[in-house]
């Protein structure tokens, strides 16, 4: 496993213990399930996930000419020390092979994941800094003022790449009060776009891992990881779905992405 150097930095005793608040049939890269695979959420909220302001910076967004899908960058929308703190509480809980709740067939997810429930305390004040930036609408459905608190991680490593697809919609989920379970939103609330929050980049030395979004014609364009950034785009399986690969990472430093799903409601 390739260790990111951020271990070293932040004190154990800022992180409580963590446990699994639910388990899933995970599939695993080259075909297979693990039956009980484990979602995590931490016994309290951590001390370094606590956030208040915004970066220094005004997050600002950016539209990707996709061929007439949507797609966007919004830049900045956490702060390095943030994202730092999102790969220790990811790497505290540990990468596996499996991915909880994910079904890709053999040879697509070529990489390591872990999935958590995080708290309103990390994921209301990202909502703050970017939600007007956000389509108020989307087909005819409203933006819900508030993410699903499962992020969805995943570690590159040397030669990982995730192989082309279609990301689905998904519920939105969230912790119960005694922190022991993680909750199904109703379900007339549904994710329509994927946040993909990258954690680091080429800055820290991460080598390709490049997010390729392909347009309707079969031709792409490639948006680079920026630590502190994110990118998003429409996912479900439409017509107007942007099709995508997490190209492939190589070289000692891993690359650390979120994925969040920005939810709407009919």
Same mark, same amino acid.
């Given at each position: 496993?390739?260790?990111?150097? $951020?271990?070293?930095?932040?004190?154990?005793?800022?992180? %409580?213990?963590?446990?699994?608040?639910?388990?899933?049939?995970?599939?695993?890269?080259?075909?297979?399930?693990?039956?009980?695979?484990?979602?995590?959420?931490?016994? +309290?909220?951590? &001390?370094?996930?606590?956030?208040?302001?915004?970066?220094?910076?005004?997050?600002?967004?950016?539209?990707?000419? $996709?061929?007439?899908?949507? +797609?966007?960058?919004?830049? %900045?929308?956490?702060?390095?020390?943030?994202?730092? +703190?999102?790969?220790?509480?990811?790497?505290?809980?540990?990468?596996?092979?499996? *991915?909880?709740?994910?079904? #890709?067939? %053999?040879?697509?997810?070529?990489?390591?994941?872990?999935?958590?429930? *995080?708290?309103?305390?990390?994921?209301?004040?990202? =909502?703050?800094?970017?939600?007007?930036?956000?389509?108020?609408?989307?087909?005819?459905?409203?933006?819900?003022?508030? =993410?699903?608190?499962?992020?969805?991680? /995943?570690? /590159?490593?040397?030669?990982?790449?995730?192989?082309?697809?279609?990301?689905?919609?998904?519920?939105?989920?969230?912790?119960?009060?005694?922190? !022991? !379970?993680?909750?199904?939103?109703?379900?007339?609330?549904?994710?329509?776009?994927?946040?993909?929050?990258?954690?680091?980049?080429?800055?820290?030395?991460? !080598?390709?891992?490049? #997010?390729?979004?392909?347009?309707?014609?079969?031709?792409? $364009?490639?948006?680079?990881?920026?630590?502190?950034?994110?990118? =998003?785009?429409?996912?479900?399986?439409?017509?107007?779905?942007?099709?995508?690969?997490?190209? !492939? $990472?190589?070289? &000692?430093?891993?690359?650390?992405?979120?994925?969040?799903?920005?939810?709407?409601?009919?």
């Amino acid at each position: 496993m390739l260790a990111s150097p $951020v271990h070293s930095v932040l004190d154990d005793a800022l992180w %409580p213990a963590h446990r699994a608040v639910a388990h899933l049939p995970g599939s695993l890269p080259m075909g297979g399930v693990v039956p009980m695979t484990p979602v995590h959420a931490f016994e +309290a909220t951590p &001390e370094p996930l606590r956030w208040g302001a915004a970066p220094d910076t005004p997050a600002q967004r950016r539209d990707i000419d $996709v061929g007439g899908l949507l +797609a966007f960058v919004i830049d %900045p929308v956490v702060s390095a020390a943030e994202a730092d +703190a999102i790969v220790t509480a990811s790497e505290r809980m540990g990468y596996r092979e499996e *991915a909880p709740g994910i079904a #890709t067939p %053999p040879g697509m997810r070529m990489n390591k994941s872990v999935h958590w429930v *995080a708290d309103e305390e990390l994921m209301g004040p990202m =909502f703050d800094r970017i939600g007007h930036l956000l389509p108020p609408t989307l087909q005819g459905e409203v933006l819900v003022p508030a =993410f699903s608190r499962r992020i969805n991680m /995943y570690r /590159y490593d040397d030669q990982d790449v995730f192989n082309l697809h279609t990301d689905g919609a998904w519920p939105g989920y969230s912790l119960s009060d005694d922190r !022991q !379970q993680m909750l199904e939103w109703p379900s007339h609330i549904r994710s329509g776009l994927t946040m993909l929050l990258y954690l680091n980049g080429p800055e820290d030395g991460v !080598q390709g891992g490049n #997010t390729r979004l392909f347009k309707p014609d079969g031709t792409w $364009v490639d948006v680079s990881p920026r630590k502190g950034s994110a990118l =998003f785009f429409r996912h479900g399986f439409g017509m107007d779905s942007v099709r995508h690969i997490g190209c !492939q $990472v190589s070289g &000692e430093v891993s690359k650390y992405v979120a994925r969040i799903n920005v939810m709407f409601t009919g």
